[in-house]
T-cell receptor, first 112, second 108 residues
Framework: GAGVSQSPSNKVTEKGKDVELRCDPISGHTALYWYRQRLGQGLEFLIYFQGNSAPDKSGLPSDRFSAERTGESVSTLTIQRTQQEDSAVYLC??????????FGQGTRLTVV | GQQLNQSPQSMFIQEGEDVSMNCTSSSIFNTWLWYKQEPGEGPVLLIALYKAGELTSNGRLTAQFGITRKDSFLNISASIPSDVGIYFCAGRVSQFYFGTGTSLTVIP
């Protein structure tokens, strides 16, 4: 596709359930970022993938959070045993080399 | 991850006024970007800067890459109601780091 695609756009889940969020980056983009944005807040860095290098996981808030990316393709962010404080918009962005990062529309996660 | 210091945190201005916001860091960056986020949307790129001292315009928007490579500013001239949103700066060395955002409200 022409842009970064995220799915689902909205997700409501029960506390304690696992969720998986998907990001399809722009084709050819080697870098992929995940951010969390709580209501009315800024962008909270979660994880960064660059090509086949080891990802920078320094932003993951707990071991309930994990993300995978195979090569330069799709990435999935998994949240296990969801808590109400996990409710937020999860944004994905991709970039190529030293050029601009482009964002998807985000997945709005609501934990009830 | 590292965050950039972005100010002001919020602005309430009258339509037609000019707006100025800036971003500073203790680290040197090779690239500075400015994004705008509207409610329910992902951030959209406004301006990209690649060289220290570079001044770039996009319509009513003007942004500069600071000469020290540690700061950048964004100006919006003659604001209009559709300028409302949250503006984020981003600096890049090996990866992107984002500012905390400036929330802009334009009063008609």
């Amino acid at each position: 596709g022409a842009g970064v695609s995220q799915s689902p756009s909205n997700k409501v889940t029960e506390k304690g359930k696992d969720v998986e969020l998907r990001c399809d980056p722009i084709s050819g983009h080697t870098a992929l970022y995940w951010y969390r944005q709580r209501l009315g807040q800024g962008l909270e860095f979660l994880i960064y993938f660059q090509g086949n290098s080891a990802p920078d996981k320094s932003g993951l808030p707990s071991d309930r959070f994990s993300a995978e990316r195979t090569g330069e393709s799709v990435s999935t962010l998994t949240i296990q045993r969801t808590q109400q404080e996990d409710s937020a918009v999860y944004l994905c962005a991709s970039a190529w080399g030293n050029t601009e990062a482009f964002f998807g529309q985000g997945t709005r996660l609501t934990v009830v | 991850g590292q965050q950039l210091n972005q100010s002001p945190q919020s602005m309430f201005i009258q339509e037609g006024e000019d707006v100025s916001m800036n971003c500073t860091s203790s680290s040197i960056f090779n690239t500075w970007l400015w994004y705008k986020q509207e409610p329910g949307e992902g951030p959209v790129l406004l301006i990209a800067l690649y060289k220290a001292g570079e001044l770039t315009s996009n319509g009513r928007l003007t942004a500069q890459f600071g000469i020290t490579r540690k700061d950048s500013f964004l100006n919006i001239s003659a604001s209009i109601p559709s300028d409302v949103g949250i503006y984020f700066c981003a600096g890049r060395v090996s990866q992107f780091y984002f500012g905390t955002g400036t929330s802009l409200t334009v009063i008609p």
